[in-house]
């Protein structure tokens, strides 16, 4: 399935429905070709380009008239989140008004991340990016929720020694201020930064596996839509129509299926 599902569902899992698309000017086009204005799945997507590679936090300030004042989420696009009631552990956040709220999760190669650091009683000290000599085994993840005040303080933000915008540094910010809450990841649960080949031929072997072994579709944004009540059975219908003669559309009328039942009974 398209590499932007798997984002796309986990914000859905947030029950978040306004979507804006930050990628590079070239992509615009092909994003729209998959996903037009998302009205299909119950969603409003809209598109913006960053024409060059200026840093996470360069994506805030680009996105500043969608964000307007209100609360907003934050994923990156090649962030793969996987595991046991993850729209019970997002669901409250699609709402989120005050501060910002982060997710740690443990990995092996720290050094290739954003690392927390920590105080004796377990509060975070500080965030360091891709450090040499990693604090914690516990980095940062491509996902964030943030109150209004984040594109001033992405405004604020000056260059790192790699000439980017660091979401780092507007983190940092919101711990100054006693306004950065994190959640850690269990251990078990899936998180891959699919972002290099060797991470990507992972998420691609995680994905297979699981679906093969338990018969499921992961980041099914169809599926999604449905169970989130974005869309009602008429459309899930519709939907699994245009791809019936797919592995993936034979799992959309399996779902069909069993969502009549339901109502039948």
């Known amino acids: 399935k398209p590499m932007i599902y798997y984002p796309l569902a986990t ?24 996903l037009s204005d998302g009205s299909h799945l119950g969603l409003d997507i809209s598109y913006a380009a960053q024409p060059c590679a200026n840093g996470i936090a360069n994506a805030l300030i680009i996105a500043e008239s969608f964000i307007k004042s209100e609360p907003v ?19 409250p956040f699609g709402d989120h008004q005050e501060g910002s709220h982060i997710f740690g999760c443990k990995v092996n190669d720290p050094k290739r991340y954003g690392v927390l650091s920590f105080h004796s009683d377990g509060s975070v000290d500080a965030i360091l990016e891709k450090p040499s000599a990693p604090p914690s085994s516990y980095a940062v993840t491509g996902l964030y929720f943030y109150d209004h ?10 260059p790192s020694a790699r000439g980017e915008y660091e979401i780092t540094d507007v983190n940092n910010v919101y711990l100054s201020q006693n306004q950065l809450n994190l959640t850690l990841f269990k251990e078990g649960f899936g998180w891959l930064d699919s972002g290099t080949l060797e991470a990507m031929h ?47 559309g034979k799992h959309l009328k399996r779902l069909l299926i069993a969502s009549r039942e339901i109502v039948l009974t």
Request: contains cysteine; charged residues 20%; glycine residues 4%.
């Open 149 to 158: 005040q984040v594109v001033d303080i992405a405004r604020s933000l000056k």
């Open 73 to 91: 989420a934050l994923i990156l696009g090649d962030n793969i989140f996987y595991g046991h009631n993850l729209s019970q552990i997002l669901k």
């Open 202 to 248: 992972q998420a691609t072997t995680l994905v297979q596996t699981i679906q093969e072994r338990e018969g499921i579709q992961i980041a099914c944004v169809e599926d999604i839509a449905y169970r989130q009540g974005f869309i009602g059975i008429d459309q899930l219908e519709k939907l699994a129509a245009q791809q019936e003669t797919s592995p993936y």
């Open 11 to 34: 914000l859905m899992q947030a029950n978040i429905r306004e979507i804006l698309i930050i990628c590079q000017p070239k992509d615009i086009p092909r994003f729209q070709d998959l």
